[in-house]
């Protein structure tokens, strides 16, 4: 068993990242925000303690923390953090970020990625024209509809959401369905001719 712990944060450490021994997440967070010092500030006295729990909550004093422990700057290849910048490397991205996400962290992604699963679309198997802008708007709205009763299904499967009183619930839906709604017709754009498709199976 690797008992070594990381010189920032006390998590299992996985080896000497920019000159000290480092768990993985402390290791991403440095190599994307070696640069970035004067980005962040500390919300509180500068003194922040840094353990896996609370090493999420002041970025200021675990970037402090990190140089304290020796971790160098130099070391990291800004060559391959700023590839790593590019859109087409966004599944390295969350790769990275999902190794910096705690144990309750990790399940709560986990609950929402599975409630998340009805949110999508049917395959794609009709492709109809419309021809005028009216009848764009009547799928449009009708697709509106189906994505808010189904965003309201998500969310009763997510149990923070539950644990909220109705009042909250209601006021978080209605200002929530708008912005998910326009986030998942992201999905439906197609970049390289520049025009909507809208999936209209399963719409009446
Ligand atoms: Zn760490
Ligand atoms: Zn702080």
Request: hydrophobic content about 40%; glycine content about 2%.
């Amino acid at each position: 068993m690797n008992d070594k712990k990381c010189c920032v944060c006390g998590d299992r450490a996985v080896g000497n990242n920019f000159n000290a021994l480092t768990c993985e997440s402390c290791r991403s967070f440095f190599r994307r925000n070696a640069f970035r010092v004067e980005e962040f500030h500390c919300f509180f006295d500068n003194n922040c303690s840094i353990n896996w729990l609370t090493r999420k909550f002041c970025k200021t004093c675990r970037l402090k923390k990190c140089f304290a422990v020796g971790m160098k700057k130099n070391i990291v290849d800004t060559t391959v953090s700023n590839e790593r910048q590019k859109v087409s490397d966004i599944p390295t991205l969350i790769r990275e970020l999902i190794f910096s996400f705690n144990e309750l962290e990790m399940n709560r992604f986990r609950e929402l990625f599975s409630s998340a699963v009805m949110l999508r679309d049917p395959v794609l198997k009709t492709i109809s024209e419309t021809n005028t802008y009216m009848d764009s708007f009547t799928v449009l709205q009708k697709r509106a509809a189906l994505k808010c009763n189904r965003i309201i299904k998500m969310s009763t499967n997510i149990s923070e959401f539950t644990n909220l009183c109705e009042e909250d619930k209601i006021a978080l839906l209605k200002t929530g369905c708008p912005e998910v709604i326009c986030l998942l017709t992201v999905v439906n754009f197609d970049f390289n001719d520049n025009y909507w498709t809208v999936p209209v199976v399963n719409i009446n």
